[in-house]
Every structure is written in structure tokens, then in C-alpha cells.
């Protein structure tokens, strides 16, 4: 046989080897069960053509589905997402104007109204901001989705012009800002929408709360560190920078003692289903706690705990905002009572 035959024959039987070990489907064809082919994030926002601060905030809305990356790492995206994406009707415009922020200047000028009125509108919380950045002088500067303002404007027209209710007024006489509050209460539903787990959604209430108010909630220092450990962060992490990692910290924190006080509650709710499901680990046991893995983000998981507490309703000038359901008097007397001293420690 000449060499030539020789690697004839060699290169067949290789290829009847790789046909061979093919996964096949039921109906003899090669089976589709590799795993979906997936972009980083830099080259999703690429392809969708938004800004990386674009692509991330569309992913904290749910707009834009993520999968996390084999043995960890940053998120990445589905080519069928992006291809889901791109053929809906008047790409790139529709997803871009959905996820367009502006400022108070440019919202107040979206709205037709002086830039001091909307302050005062986005401080008694009839608009909520959806971000924020720092400015050069390190301050917070709020920013919100365009589309929730012309939706305000066209739900509530009267507050755009006139004399400003006197509830209102009253409120904001009292110095009232709901502005970082609203910011945080969309975060932790954006944050709840993200996991089923019972531990990991008792750790999203309980971020909300500093180490003190925690620790008169949650008196097992075993289960607080569980609840640190599996707090599901924002999808892309933490800021870069020092001064935006602090400014975030900060803004997490309730600090209006209602706030405080319905966190709490939440809190305590949400450990009710945690501890039914399974205890916190402890030291001995060796990692035997199951951890169920968060949904994918952009789904809405099923509900596993019970309904959170509502929070004060914002002010009634302000109709347009959505109400939580409300806990029974019964569940709130007995929430209260194994609270103990939530009064004293609000702050």
C-alpha cells in the first residue's frame, strides 16, 4: 500500500469516528443540545448599538436578557437575544428611546416646565429617577427615563401648571425628598425580579437596612452572614470609582424610620420563607445548604415568598404611582410584635 492509500485511509477513518461520536437526535439528525452560542457584554452593546451605560441600565430594566458565564465571570448575552432584538420594529430608535435618562434640566424642558418645579415634583416622588451619576463636585445627580415622564405628564397634566397642590407644598415645606427612596425601592423589586431563592430574596430586603437595624432583625449572626453571602449584586457589580461606590452605599440605605420600619417588615417576611425552605448553613455542616441558581435576567421568576409589605404610599397628589399590596391587620400586629424594638432603633 503506498503512503498515499495509507493517509487515505487514515483521514476516512477519522471522519467515520467524528460521525460516529455526533450526538444524535431521536430522529437520527445531529442533536442541538450544544449550549447556545453567547457574546460579552462590550460586543452586545456593539451590535445593538447603545452605549456600555445604555446596554447595562436596558439590562437593570429587564429589556435585555443575560446569562452568566461558565465558572462565573461577567454576564454575557445570547445571539438569539440580540437577534430578538434587532428585528423588532424601528431598531435601534425604539430600544434607544426606552432606555433615554435625562436630567432635571432636560426633564424639566421634556415636560414644558420650569427646572424648579420638576425638584419639587421628583422630591414629593411623583417622578422617580432611574439612576443617578456623580458630577464633578462629587455630587449625586439624578437621572430619569424619558418615556416614564411624558407618561406622567399625560397620567397627571394638572401638576404641570398652577399652584402646587397644598398637601404638596406642605410636604415639601417639611423637607421631604422621596427621590432616593423611590430610587430604592425600583432597585430591590429589579434586584427581587432576579432569583426565586428565598435566602438570596431576604437579602435583597435586607441590604436596605444598615448592620445595626440588621442585626435587631436578624439576631443569628450565622444567618447574616449567609444573607451577605448570597445577596444577588447588581448584574454588571459595583461602580469603579471610590466616590461612586461610596455614593451608592449610601443611597442602598433606608434612613426615613417608615422606610426603616416596612423594610423590616419585609425582611421579616421574607426570613419566614427562608427558614421554611432551609436553615442557614453553619459551621460543621459543611456547605450542605442547597442554593437554588438565580433566574436568567429578564425573566420574572415564580414567587416563592410572601407578598412584601407595602410601603406608605407616596402622596395622594401623586395618583399615578403603583401600590404594593397591603399586609392584613392581623399579619401587621403580629409583624410588630416580633419586631421589638424597631421604634426605638429607626433613626
Given at each position: ?167 404638596m407644598r406642605t410636604m415639601l415645606e417639611s423637607g421631604a425628598d422621596w427621590r432616593a427612596r423611590n430610587w430604592r425601592a425600583q432597585r430591590i423589586d429589579r434586584l427581587l ?155
Amino acid at each position: 500500500m503506498t503512503i498515499r492509500e495509507v493517509l487515505r485511509a487514515h483521514t476516512a477513518a477519522h471522519r467515520s469516528a467524528s460521525v460516529s461520536t455526533t450526538p444524535q437526535s431521536e430522529g437520527g439528525q445531529p442533536s442541538s443540545a450544544a449550549p447556545a452560542a453567547t457574546v460579552a457584554a462590550g460586543r452586545a452593546s456593539r451590535e445593538l448599538g447603545i452605549r456600555r451605560a445604555e446596554f447595562e441600565l436596558a439590562v437593570h430594566l429587564g429589556l435585555i436578557a443575560v446569562v452568566g458565564a461558565p465558572g462565573g465571570g461577567r454576564p454575557r448575552v445570547r445571539a438569539e437575544e440580540i437577534a430578538r432584538l434587532r428585528k423588532q420594529p424601528d431598531f435601534p430608535d425604539a430600544l434607544t428611546e426606552r432606555i433615554r435618562t435625562v436630567g432635571t434640566a432636560r426633564g424639566a424642558a421634556l415636560l414644558d416646565i420650569a427646572p424648579a418645579r420638576f425638584t419639587r415634583l421628583a422630591r414629593a416622588g411623583c417622578v422617580s429617577p432611574a439612576t443617578f451619576c456623580l458630577n464633578r463636585y462629587r455630587t449625586v445627580v439624578w437621572l430619569y427615563l424619558a418615556d416614564e415622564l411624558v407618561a406622567f405628564a399625560a397620567r397627571q397634566p394638572e401638576l404641570l401648571t398652577g399652584r402646587t397642590p397644598a398637601a404638596m407644598r406642605t410636604m415639601l415645606e417639611s423637607g421631604a425628598d422621596w427621590r432616593a427612596r423611590n430610587w430604592r425601592a425600583q432597585r430591590i423589586d429589579r434586584l427581587l425580579d432576579r432569583t426565586s431563592d428565598p435566602w438570596a430574596r431576604a437579602a435583597v430586603q435586607a441590604s436596605a437596612l444598615d448592620p445595626v437595624q440588621l442585626a435587631e432583625v436578624v439576631d443569628d449572626p450565622y444567618e447574616r452572614a449567609y444573607l451577605v453571602r448570597v445577596r444577588p449584586e447588581p448584574v454588571f457589580g459595583r461602580p469603579a470609582s471610590m466616590a461612586a461606590r461610596e455614593a451608592m452605599a449610601e443611597l442602598t440605605s433606608a434612613d426615613d424610620p417608615d422606610e426603616i420600619l416596612w423594610r423590616r417588615v419585609n425582611l421579616t417576611l421574607a426570613l419566614d420563607s427562608a427558614r421554611e425552605d432551609r436553615p442557614a448553613p453553619r459551621p460543621g455542616d459543611g456547605g450542605a445548604a442547597r442554593a437554588t441558581p438565580p433566574a436568567r435576567t429578564g425573566d420574572r421568576p415564580r414567587a416563592l415568598c410572601p407578598a412584601p409589605a407595602a410601603e406608605p404610599a407616596a402622596p395622594p397628589v401623586c395618583t399615578g404611582a403603583q401600590r404594593p399590596a397591603v399586609v392584613s391587620r392581623t399579619a401587621r400586629k403580629g409583624l410588630f410584635a416580633r419586631l421589638g424594638r424597631c421604634g426605638r432603633g429607626a433613626r
